[in-house]
């Protein structure tokens, strides 16, 4: 097994390898490229948060913590309330996941635990932009690990949700990296980590705001992990290994060494997926394949009897039954169900002529006629071929089979969704998506601002002086 940078001996726990690993890595150790994307990733996750910021469980959130009170020095992202690192990071990474539009990566929401669990803390500790971004970087890392040795695709099968389960240790690398802990320090908030892990999917029978909260409670429980073991606090650092530790407790199918592959040489970063559509990303290359022959045969809706897919078999679940339950997924009841909905996703990328708004996810648009009369035409099944394409980067291909009323059958196969490694937003897109989604909340001229500080970051001596650009 390669491991880059770390050498495990037979007795080392994995967790003291996992925190070598993090506190021996600085922003030097990276390749430029690697910085340059984390920014990206930032940009994409601050974007995607200030749309978001009044749906109902994100002002919820909002009033709890202002219910709190309390001084601090970090920034609640949109509204400016200077709060603790911990209420901030957990209310801006609720925000980040409101619409399921920021990155993915191996099966956890990665763009929406690390930037904010980094920024929090990076303003707490008046870290240096560069140590920010690499901090981001570093929890990428550890965040597609975690999943991979959880084996993230099985734990959804069992019906755990992998952001909730794995996400945590990746933000307690990132806060911990920032709060300079040591070794020692880090191994052990990994162990008392494992305390915050947990989360089904459960949400997906009547499409509730846990899916939301997982995101948050991840980036909160990283912080106090880090928090506590900094000053003085335990945990069991045989927690990945050990009897009752993370691979036993959680994982039927484990892969252990995964936790530690390739670290210091492999920079996962690279691979997250952005979305282009504010869906659930196993959504995405389906609708793209079902647009592909709909436009290559010039299809209207009136030509087409039946839209099956073939998809990895995690999915059906999410996209078309819940235990048996369909009604939710072919008439959505809300925004979460609507965005998790196959049937649903489907009508309203070929109504929309491929282009996806944020709101087809409002309740008016729920009931829209012409998209039902398409979403009855959808169908799916699980792929067990599929099923064996690893989720790293998020691999999450479809095969679409259309039949015509006039007896044609078209297939097409989409192994790679826009915004995918492999099929990929230019840098230029991505900017366009975070002044579009700025633009609800924040001037233009602020905006702007706004996104030239986030691209500057790097140069900053302090990432405080990128709050006053996040306060709107």
């Given amino acids: 097994m390669s491991t880059g940078t770390i050498d495990r001996t037979a007795t080392q726990p994995y967790a003291d390898s996992l925190a070598q690993y993090v506190v021996e890595t600085s922003a030097d150790k990276f390749p430029e490229k690697v910085l340059r994307h984390a920014k990206l990733c930032l940009l994409d996750a601050i974007g995607v948060a200030l749309a978001s910021t009044k749906k109902p469980w994100s002002e919820a959130m909002l009033a709890m913590v202002r219910e709190q009170g309390g001084a601090g020095r970090a920034t609640i992202w949109g509204y400016g309330d200077r709060t603790s690192e911990t209420n901030a990071a957990l209310t801006n990474a609720l925000f980040v996941h409101s619409m399921d539009f920021n990155d993915d990566l191996a099966g956890i929401q990665v763009g929406g635990i690390m930037p904010p669990t980094a920024v929090a803390v990076g303003e707490v500790a008046g870290a240096s932009g560069r140590d920010v971004l690499a901090a981001i970087a570093i929890g ?31 933000a ?49 429980g990283g912080i106090l992990s880090a928090t506590l073991a900094k000053g003085g606090m335990t945990g069991p650092r045989t927690i990945f290994e050990g009897e009752y530790g993370m691979f036993h407790a959680y994982s039927k199918k484990p892969m252990p060494e995964a936790l530690l592959e390739e670290l210091g040489t492999r920079f996962d970063i690279l691979d997250t997926s952005f979305k282009f559509y504010p869906f659930c990303d196993g959504n995405a290359a389906p609708l793209e394949a079902a647009l ?12 087409v009897e039946s839209i ?25 009841k809300n925004e979460l169900d ?37 979403a009855d035409k959808v169908t799916a099944e699980g792929d067990t071929e599929l ?48 002044r579009d989604c ?35």
């Fill in 308 to 332: 099956h897919f073939r998809i990895k078999s995690f999915l059906i679940p999410y996209a078309v039954n819940f235990g048996g339950d369909t009604e939710r997924k072919y008439r959505p």
């Fill in 172 to 220: 307690t690398a990132v806060a911990g990296k920032l709060l300079r802990l040591s070794t020692v320090q880090l191994a052990n908030a990994f162990g008392i980590a494992a305390s915050f892990a947990g989360g089904t999917l459960e949400f997906l029978k009547e499409g509730t705001d846990t899916k939301r909260f997982h995101v948050a409670k991840a980036a909160l």
């Fill in 140 to 170: 990428y890392d550890v965040a597609t690990r975690a999943a991979m040795a959880l084996n993230s695709q099985d734990l959804y099968i069992q019906g755990f949700q992998p952001t909730a389960v794995a996400g945590v240790f990746a």
């Fill in 338 to 374: 609507a965005q998790m909905s196959l049937p649903y996703c489907i009508a309203a990328g070929i109504e929309g002529g491929g282009i996806v708004r944020l709101t087809d996810f409002e309740p008016e648009r729920l009931r829209d006629p012409r998209l039902h009369a398409i």
């Fill in 292 to 303: 592909a022959l709909v436009r290559e045969n010039k299809l209207s809706l009136d030509d």
């Fill in 387 to 434: 099923d064996k394409i690893p989720l790293r980067p998020m691999s999450m291909p479809a095969i679409c089979t259309i039949k015509t009323k006039d007896g044609r059958r078209l297939e097409k196969r989409v192994d790679y969704q826009k915004g995918d490694p492999r099929n990929p937003f230019t840098e230029d897109e991505l900017r366009a998506k975070f």
């Fill in 438 to 472: 700025a633009s609800d909340l924040l001037s233009t001229q602020a905006a702007s601002k706004l996104e030239n500080g986030i691209m500057a970051l790097e140069s900053m001596a302090n990432v405080r002086q990128l709050s006053p650009l996040l306060s709107g």
